[in-house]
């Protein structure tokens, strides 16, 4: 069964210092998300992507925050300048469709930030 | 706030019981989609159920919908040990963005 994938899987940075967490979503879903979760707390919208540009972010998707879909496959987050407070599950998934389609989940990169 | 709110927070079981966890919203919605997550992993779409529907089942899975009260139940019968994981509800706006906002979950244990 197609899975999206995302690496790696946990992420140790620096304060201030930038990350890319990569995704390769299912190959023929044309609907990309970036989720967040901080430890204990709700799943968290960041951003969707679709036709090569975001479609919708909400407010925690500030300038610091960027997406790109570099070729055919993979699917970025960007962290310009990290945070202690960016410390958090990220989540990417994809889908066929916008509404009404159910989004697949991968299975998250844990990043910490020191 | 569009999202939905799962209730119990956590719920302990012995394996062969059915196990109800609901989810109250505030506004009226497309869908309303329920997915399970363990611990440390990514979420996994279990049901998708549209605000013209009143119920849907998938194997030990059962999903009720009642939109006047706003509200969704997901029932898992003859529970097991691998059902251990959060339950989340997750609600889309009617007339607003298509992107599902989660409640916190309810964190499920069943002993074997």
């Known amino acids: 069964e197609p899975e999206v994938t995302q690496t790696p899987s946990h992420q140790v940075t620096q304060m201030g210092q930038e990350v890319i967490l990569r995704c390769v979503p299912i190959?023929?879903?044309?609907?990309f998300y970036w989720y967040r979760q901080i430890l204990g707390q709700k799943v968290e919208f960041l951003v969707s992507?679709?036709?090569?540009?975001?479609?919708?972010k909400s407010e925690i998707f500030d300038d610091q925050f960027s997406v790109e879909r570099p070729d055919g496959s993979n699917f970025t987050l960007k962290i310009r300048s990290t945070k202690l407070e960016d410390s958090a599950m990220y989540f990417c998934?994809?889908?066929?469709?916008?509404?009404?389609?159910?989004?697949?989940f991968g299975p998250g990169t844990r990043l910490t930030v020191t | 706030s569009q999202q939905g709110e799962e209730d119990p927070q956590a719920l302990s079981i012995q394996e062969g019981e059915n196990a109800t966890m609901n989810c109250s919203y505030k506004?009226?919605?497309?869908?309303l989609q329920w997915y399970r997550q363990n611990s440390g992993r990514g979420l996994v779409h279990l049901i998708l159920?549209?605000?013209?529907?009143r119920e849907k089942h998938s194997g030990r899975l059962r999903v009720t919908l009642d939109t006047s009260k706003k509200s969704s139940s997901l029932l898992i019968t003859a529970s097991r040990a691998a059902d251990t994981a959060s339950y989340f509800c997750?609600?889309?706006?009617?007339?607003?963005?298509?992107?599902?906002?989660f409640g916190r979950g309810t964190s499920l244990i069943v002993h074997p």
């Open positions: 992507f679709y036709n090569n540009e975001i479609s919708e």
């Open positions: 159920i549209r605000s013209n529907e």
């Open positions: 998934a994809s889908s066929y469709r916008a509404e009404g389609y159910e989004q697949y």
């Open positions: 997750a609600t889309d706006a009617l007339r607003g963005s298509y992107i599902p906002t």
């Open positions: 190959s023929n879903h044309l609907y």
């Open positions: 506004t009226s919605i497309n869908n």
